[in-house]
């Protein structure tokens, strides 16, 4: 018994159209699921709500899923303006493209914001953008595997014991 994979992440929007041409038409993920949602009992539970309103939609980049809802009831909190990738919880979503120069190149073309241009960090060429509720997405070129990763993870554990023994 564990987890198998994450099945979806999940983003509370404004405005489901604005937010839909942005992970639709510009990030290019296909919508598979529209729902209106209007009081459901067993999903106040889960959500730890009352009188859940709205429309829940899932848009599938590759075999993973991205969950955008849109809350008519009850209303949700903005991000605070300072918002940044240290601040506590879940702090964005990465979303693995085939060309970041050129998403990057897309997302700002359609007039949303970019930290930066890409960024090679060895592992992945990378870079945040804004979504239309300023959330942050990160867009990347992954040239990771599991070996490399562990590779880093034994290099790091090997550095940190022996800064412990000189300490």
Do not use: Q
């Not at 994450?6 to 529209?34: A, C, K, Q, W």
């Not at 991205?66 to 506590?88: F, H, I, S």
């Amino acid at each position: 018994m564990g987890v198998t994979r994450v099945n979806h992440t999940g983003i509370s929007v404004t405005d489901m159209e604005r937010s839909l041409g942005f992970y639709r038409d510009v990030l290019g993920l296909e919508l598979v699921m529209d729902m209106d949602v209007d009081r459901h009992a067993g999903l106040d539970t889960v959500v730890g709500m009352t009188d859940t309103i709205g429309r829940v939609v899932m848009l599938a980049a590759g075999d993973s899923l991205v969950e955008l809802w849109c809350y008519a009831n009850p209303t949700g909190r903005p991000l605070p303006a300072d918002y940044k990738p240290a601040d506590r919880g879940v702090t964005h979503v990465a979303l693995e493209v085939d060309n970041v120069d050129a998403m990057h190149a897309r997302v700002v073309a359609a007039g949303f914001r970019a930290k930066s241009a890409p960024v090679d960090l060895g592992i992945h060429k990378t870079c945040y953008v804004h979504g239309p509720d300023d959330e942050i997405v990160e867009i990347l070129e992954d040239r990771s595997n599991r070996e490399m990763l562990a590779r880093v993870t034994r290099r790091t554990i090997e550095r940190r014991l022996a800064a412990k023994g000189n300490s």
